[in-house]
């Protein structure tokens, strides 16, 4: 993503996501169970029966600092839906069914790619859900997600695409990530990412890295920023809007020049209690990496050109790490 245009311009990715041909079929390094949620949650309805060998996943909720829970939540609330079912309950049909409780669209089934693979139970859960953008009238909201079927764990992050209605946003259309096959081979900084236990990858993420196409500048500032925090990423390549969302201009993430980050050291970024100090002083070494265009929930000075921190709302969830080359 470049600089957006200020603190009430939310911005960041319209369109597609990238050409590819992987998905939930990615495996996931963390597979014993399902990842830690944004909030305290609830049980989730479709979860597995307790005779399931899938593992028992909780229901994602907002948690506090959220710009407008409600918009994250509906996009949740639609990948959870098509992404997790009781054993006999798979098929579109079903999934049409699930999704037309929530109110919205059964025709989205249609678009959820690896969010619904061959598979007669699964569970889902979401790890994070981050801004694409949001607007007055419109959104983009990145649900990260593991998911596990019968002998295999995978999972996938979704660009989730929302227009404002009443009494709720409407989920208008889904676009899952497709990071592409894996590298025959990867260069050592992509396989030091793989294995430093400081860098947590979801799926599609760690995906990314293995199809062997993220600059090497990204790995290098992963690996050095792992040398002081341990982050959590939602999203480095695939699942992320192609344009900064409303504009035309290219974001950084689908060429592999960017990451972003929405946890360090175990803290939410959008929790208002993470203390500030510690993610400025993430954003400040994120830039001592060569990152150009760093955003994150506060507006930083003092940086080597005009545009090197940034700050709105679409930012106030996560971190944004970019780089020219």
């Known amino acids: 993503m470049r600089q957006p245009l200020g603190r009430r311009a939310l911005l960041l990715g319209t369109g597609g996501l990238l050409a590819g041909t992987t998905g939930c079929s990615a495996a996931s390094r963390t597979e014993a169970g399902p990842a830690t949620s944004v909030s305290p949650a609830t049980p989730v309805t479709a979860s597995p029966s307790p005779r399931s060998s899938l593992p028992a996943t909780t229901a994602w909720r907002p948690g506090r600092g959220e710009v407008d829970p409600t918009v994250k939540l509906r996009a949740v609330q639609v990948v959870e839906a098509i992404g997790s079912w009781p054993a006999g309950q798979g098929g579109a049909a079903a999934a049409k069914r699930r999704v037309a409780a929530l109110g919205a669209p059964p025709s989205l089934v249609d678009r959820a790619g690896p969010l619904r693979p061959d598979a007669d139970e699964a569970a889902l859960q979401v790890i994070d859900a981050q801004y694409g953008g949001i607007l007055a009238d419109s959104a983009s ?138 993610t400025e002083s993430f954003m400040r070494d994120a830039a001592a990496a060569g990152s150009y265009n760093v955003g994150g929930p506060f507006q930083l000075s003092g940086g080597a050109t005009a545009n090197q921190f940034f700050t709105d709302n679409t930012h106030h969830d996560h971190v944004h790490v970019g780089f020219a080359s």
């Open 141 to 278: 909201v990145m649900v990260v997600c593991r998911q596990w079927i019968p002998g295999h764990a995978g999972g996938t992050t979704v660009d989730v695409r929302l227009s404002r209605a009443r009494p709720r946003w409407e989920v208008t259309a889904l676009h899952p990530a497709r990071p592409g096959a894996a590298a025959a081979s990867l260069p050592m900084a992509a396989r030091k990412v793989l294995d430093e236990p400081r860098i947590g990858l979801p799926p599609a993420a760690e995906a990314d890295i293995r199809s062997g196409h993220i600059h090497p500048t990204v790995l290098r500032a992963l690996l050095g920023l792992a040398g002081t925090y341990r982050i959590d990423i939602s999203v480095i390549r695939s699942g992320h809007p192609l344009y900064v969302f409303g504009t035309d201009r290219p974001s950084d993430h689908p060429v592999g020049r960017a990451f972003d980050v929405w946890r360090i050291d175990g803290h939410l970024v959008v929790d208002p209690g993470t203390s500030r100090r510690l």
